[in-house]
């Protein structure tokens, strides 16, 4: 195992756990839930393996499931995720993306924040129809993605700097 796996693993497990001991806890007005666990998905490493991105996604998300009793909403958003997120680098960095030269954990640029931003809405979307699964809650639902990618986005960037490795 080389440090990099070790560093995903550590942070796999330290975001689960935040999640589910401190976020799960937050439902202000029944609108605002911060997710920032899916930071693991979208700080894996660009150049890492696209199927472990995949198998740690699933995982990720069933461990959700679990303690959240969601029935595998979380598994296929954390998927969902997963899969579109070449897509997204390949949006927001363009060129710089294709040469694998991409550290989300540097200082916040507007490509990183799109980035962040855009993987923290194809989640909720995707979450939040899987969860209330009834166009009769339009309405509500784009009301809860609107505000619960807000307050994650803040969340995760928060977490970025908070947690940023310090240049050697």
């Known amino acids: 195992m ?4 070790l560093f995903n693993v550590a942070r796999f ?9 401190i976020f799960n806890n937050f439902n202000f007005l029944g ?8 930071l693991f998905i979208l700080l894996y490493p660009v ?3 696209k199927y472990g991105l995949l198998a740690a996604s699933f995982f990720l998300g069933i ?3 679990l303690f959240c009793n969601s029935g595998g909403v979380h598994t296929a958003s954390c998927i969902l995720l997963a899969s579109f997120r070449p897509s997204l680098f390949k949006f927001s960095f363009g060129l710089s993306y294709e040469y694998q030269t991409v550290r989300i954990n540097d200082t916040l640029t507007p490509e990183r924040f799109s980035f962040i931003f855009l993987g923290v809405v194809i989640h909720h979307l995707t979450l939040f129809i899987l969860e ?6 339009f309405w509500n639902i784009i009301l809860r993605t609107i ?3 807000l ?7 928060l977490i970025i700097y908070l947690f940023k490795p310090s240049k050697r």
């Open 2 to 5: 080389n440090s990099a796996m």
């Open 13 to 21: 497990i330290l975001l689960l756990a935040a999640q589910v001991l």
């Open 31 to 38: 609108y605002i839930n911060p997710y920032p666990y899916i």
């Open 47 to 49: 150049n890492g393996n």
């Open 63 to 65: 461990i959700m499931d």
């Open 132 to 137: 209330i699964f009834t166009f009769d809650y």
């Open 147 to 149: 505000v619960s990618t």
């Open 151 to 157: 307050f994650t986005t803040i969340i995760c960037i």
